[in-house]
């Protein structure tokens, strides 16, 4: 019988394909979708994910690396994908990948990535361990190594803002 803390595969919390049809009251000024309506969406994908991993209540800990590649516009379908990377102690990281798709042509489009960290909080709201990532496929293991990176950008960039916090205005 598998705990909470059991290793999870990637498979086990992905969300594979996630759709929203874009209307008008989505779009900016500009005509095109509004990159905050595309972050809300991102943020509860990747939640869903975090959630369903560690099997606890999470909190988005930090965004980064998002890249806005082109627009989308009214009437596009945005497919919106997403898996766990990498799980440490208390903090996961998950990767979101959104593609347009013209509902008449079918042509998909790479609009957006993203990576998420969340982390999980017991009953008092304190951070609690969650389960290891079992990294599988050659595309899994790649991800697993390449957020090892990442992670030591968040926490020597956590590091420098603490300081920063320190000194008097
Ligand atoms: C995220 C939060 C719970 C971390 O709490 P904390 O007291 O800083 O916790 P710790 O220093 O013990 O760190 C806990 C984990 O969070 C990670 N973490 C903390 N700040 C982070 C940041 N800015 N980016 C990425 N990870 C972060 C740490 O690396 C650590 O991970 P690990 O246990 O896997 O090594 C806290 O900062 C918080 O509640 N933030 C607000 C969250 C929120 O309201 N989100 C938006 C709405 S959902």
């Known amino acids: 019988m598998q705990n909470n803390l059991?290793?999870?595969?990637?498979?086990?919390?992905?969300?594979?394909?996630?759709?929203?049809?874009?209307?008008?009251?989505?779009?900016?000024?500009?005509?095109?979708?509004?990159?905050?309506?595309?972050?809300?969406?991102?943020?509860?994908?990747?939640?869903?994910?975090?959630?369903?991993?560690?099997?606890?209540?999470?909190?988005?800990?930090?965004?980064?690396?998002?890249?806005?590649l082109q627009p989308a516009g009214q009437g596009d379908i945005l497919l919106f994908k997403a898996a766990i990377n990498h799980a440490w102690n208390t903090s996961m990281e998950i990767g979101v990948r959104v593609e347009a798709e013209h509902y008449v042509t079918g042509e998909k489009r790479h609009i957006l990535s993203a990576y998420f960290t969340f982390v999980a909080l017991d009953e008092k709201k304190k951070p609690i361990e969650v389960a290891k990532v079992l990294a599988q496929s050659p595309i899994e293991k790649r991800r697993f190594q390449e957020a090892i990176d990442r992670r030591e950008i968040r926490i020597r960039d956590a590091k420098e803002r603490k300081k920063k916090r320190s000194v008097p205005l």
Request: hydrophobic share 40%; charged share 20%; net charge neutral.
């Open 6 to 68: 059991s290793p999870k595969t990637v498979a086990e919390s992905a969300v594979e394909n996630h759709t929203y049809k874009i209307f008008p009251n989505d779009l900016n000024s500009y005509g095109t979708a509004f990159g905050g309506m595309i972050m809300a969406i991102c943020d509860r994908v990747a939640l869903v994910v975090a959630e369903r991993h560690s099997k606890k209540t999470c909190v988005t800990a930090s965004i980064d690396s998002v890249h806005f």
